[in-house]
């Protein structure tokens, strides 16, 4: 469904079974030997999920990608996992786009977890001139979805995402604002066992020759 020019929604993605597997993984990644964090943005503010980044990390203090968390505790990103990475193409391609990622910011939101409106920016310039898509995928409690336009002031549309949607926002739509206005705690499926919410956000930062 595409619900703005370079913007899908693909409802219902990902089957009960596929959701249930990247909620292990997840697990397994955030509560890992390089443990998801709380970042502190450059404002002071701290922000209000757990972030995991994978293949490159992104500084809250610089807005800047980097190797390991110097905002943090100097780990190295651990490496983006393939089946994950093949999965991000696999959305991608589906909405007629192409991703090659190379990184992934994994989120997880609590019942109060939230993301004030913000743009995508930080990947490399190349790749963002190029409208190679950010590709979203979500697990758990519901969220509340805001998706305005190009500048903040423009008009915001909310819409759920719900577990196992998926979001690609590419081409025209790559710099829209977005955000979390909230959660919806108990929406998670029962087979899934968890309460809150995983997002995973795959982007490319690296642009290449294919
Ligand atoms: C993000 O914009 O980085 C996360 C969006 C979401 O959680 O759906
Ligand atoms: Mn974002």
Same mark, same amino acid.
Request: a negative charge; proline letters at 7%.
């Given at each position: /469904?595409?619900? *703005? !020019?370079?913007?899908?929604?693909?409802?219902?993605?990902?089957?009960?079974?596929?959701?249930?597997?990247?909620?292990?993984?997840?697990? *397994?990644?955030?509560?890992g030997?390089v443990p *998801?964090?709380?970042?502190?943005?450059?404002?002071?503010? @701290?922000?209000?999920?757990?972030?995991?980044?994978?293949?490159?990390?992104?500084?809250? @203090?610089?807005?800047?990608?980097? $190797?390991?968390?110097?905002?943090?505790?100097?780990? $190295?990103? $651990? !490496?983006?996992p393939?089946?994950?990475?093949?999965?991000?193409?696999?959305?991608?391609?589906?909405?007629? /786009?192409?991703?090659?990622a190379?990184?992934?910011?994994?989120n997880?939101?609590?019942a109060?977890?939230?993301m004030?409106?913000h743009?995508?920016?930080?990947?490399?310039?190349?790749?963002?001139?190029?409208?190679? $898509?950010?590709?979203?995928?979500?697990?758990?409690?519901?969220?509340?979805?805001?998706?305005?336009?190009? @500048?903040?002031?423009?008009?915001?549309?909310?819409? *759920?995402l719900?577990?196992?949607?998926?979001?690609?926002?590419?081409?025209?739509?790559?710099?829209?604002?977005?955000?979390?206005s909230?959660? %919806? !705690?108990?929406t998670?499926?029962?087979?899934l066992?968890?309460?809150?919410?995983?997002? %995973?956000?795959?982007?490319?930062?690296?642009?290449?020759?294919?």
């Amino acid at each position: /469904m595409e619900i *703005a !020019p370079g913007a899908f929604h693909l409802p219902g993605y990902l089957s009960l079974d596929a959701q249930r597997a990247i909620v292990e993984q997840c697990r *397994a990644l955030v509560d890992g030997a390089v443990p *998801a964090y709380v970042p502190v943005v450059r404002g002071g503010g @701290k922000m209000h999920v757990r972030m995991l980044c994978l293949g490159r990390h992104w500084n809250g @203090k610089t807005y800047e990608y980097e $190797p390991t968390r110097t905002d943090f505790d100097n780990l $190295p990103a $651990p !490496p983006l996992p393939g089946n994950l990475k093949a999965l991000a193409g696999e959305i991608a391609a589906s909405a007629g /786009m192409t991703l090659d990622a190379d990184l992934c910011i994994l989120n997880y939101y609590e019942a109060d977890g939230r993301m004030g409106l913000h743009q995508d920016k930080d990947e490399g310039e190349q790749s963002i001139a190029a409208g190679i $898509p950010v590709v979203s995928i979500s697990i758990g409690d519901t969220a509340r979805f805001l998706f305005g336009g190009l @500048k903040r002031k423009e008009p915001v549309e909310a819409f *759920a995402l719900e577990s196992g949607d998926a979001f690609v926002f590419g081409g025209p739509a790559r710099l829209r604002y977005h955000g979390v206005s909230r959660i %919806l !705690p108990g929406t998670s499926p029962p087979e899934l066992g968890i309460s809150g919410r995983f997002n %995973l956000t795959f982007r490319q930062y690296d642009v290449h020759d294919v």
